[in-house]
Structures are given as C-alpha cells and as structure tokens.
C-alpha cells in the first residue's frame, strides 16, 4: 500500500486527493472573470467633457451675455432634463471658452434658444431573416439653436448670426445602459462640435467682430 493510499485511510478522505494546481484553478478562474468585467465596465465609461479644447476666439467686445431660453419639455421623447450636465449647460461653458471678449467696448450675446435631446423608438424589421439580428432600436438626436448678436457702438457696428446644429446616432437592442449613456453624450458633443465650427465659419464672414 502507498504512503498516499495509508494518509487518505487515515484522514478518513475518500477517493483520490485533488492536486493543489487543480483546488486553484477554481478561484484563479473567478479572478480572471471579475478582472476581465472590471475591465469592460471601465472602458466603456463616460469620458469627462472637456471644453477647453475648443480655442477662443478674440472678439472686439468688452463682455459677454449669454441667456439660456430654451425651456425643456420634461417629457417623452425629450431626455434633455435627465442629463447631468444638460445640453444648454454645456452649450455655456463652450460659450464661455470660445467667445473671448478683448475690448473696450461693446458687448456680444449669445441666445440659446433650443438645446434638445430626443431619444424615440425605431420600428423594427419584423422580416423572420432580421428577426435574430441586433437591430438598431432607438434613435438619438440633438438640436441646438442659437443667436449670436454683435452689439459694438463705436463706429455703430453690429451684426446677426443664427446658429443651428443638428446630430443624430442609433443605439442597438443589445446595448447596455452605460452603452446609451455614451452614445447619448457623444451625439451632444457632435452637435457642440458642429456648432464651434459654424460659429468660427459665420464669424470670419462678418470680419469685423475679431480682433488680433
């Protein structure tokens, strides 16, 4: 009889021993599942907005006003009140970065008169070949719209400029709640992006709005 065979009768173990590599081979396995969650969970967070990416724009004006009009519906299928920061909000601190007052006079306005988020439903195919595929479900959409108002007394010189922006994205059926929060944020700085460059675009016309 083995040395093995007499310690598992004595313990009062039955059958055969587990080896040590094969007992860690269950928790070694649990750890490389939550890692491997941990890392997904991460990758798909909400990265942090940053308007300070945006250059400023010298402007002969010697402050800025900036009025947030846009009342939110605070209900289906406008999602705008639900976000933390709201679009308007968001829309500001761009302002803010951007539209940089270097007179003495004069004054620029920013009028903010739409910042909408919607997220509706999208029919789905009910043809049997896409029933079994992940269809896109919902449909997200942002729209800004804004006036830009130049106000300069010396010399009697203003100018107008209306600004409108509009992005969309899809979201699937399979998408997980941190998937949304993502593609809803990322359709909003689309828009903010797109209203930058209309905005450099529509004041380089009027010319006399920028300074050295």
């Avoid at 590599?21 to 967070?45: D, E």
């Avoid at 010396?154 to 993502?182: C, F, Q, R, W, Y």
């Avoid at 359709?187 to 920028?210: C, N, P, S």
């Amino acid at each position: 009889m083995s040395d093995l065979t007499k310690f598992s009768e004595n313990s009062g173990v039955k059958g055969n021993l587990i080896p040590a590599s094969v007992r860690l081979l269950g928790p070694m396995l649990g750890l490389m599942m939550l890692t491997g969650c941990m890392t997904s969970s991460q990758s798909n967070i909400v990265p942090k907005t940053e308007m300070e990416s945006y250059s400023a724009l010298r402007l002969d004006a010697r402050k800025l006003n900036i009025y947030e009009n846009w009342q939110m519906p605070m209900e289906p299928p406008y999602i705008e009140h639900t976000l933390t920061p709201n679009p308007s909000s968001m829309i500001v601190d761009w302002a803010s970065q951007v539209l940089l007052p270097v007179a003495g006079s004069g004054e620029v306005v920013l009028d903010i008169q739409q910042a909408s988020v919607t997220v509706s439903d999208i029919p789905q195919d009910k043809k049997l070949i896409n029933v079994f595929q992940d269809q896109q479900a919902y449909k997200v959409r942002v729209d800004i719209n804004a006036d830009l108002m130049w106000i300069q007394p010396v010399g009697n010189k203003n100018a107008l400029i209306e600004l409108s922006a509009t992005a969309t994205d899809t979201i699937k059926e399979s998408a997980t709640p941190n998937m949304h929060e993502m593609t809803i944020h990322s359709t909003v700085l689309k828009a903010i992006d797109l209203l930058d460059e209309l905005a450099r675009e529509k004041i380089a016309e009027v010319g006399e709005i920028t300074r050295p």
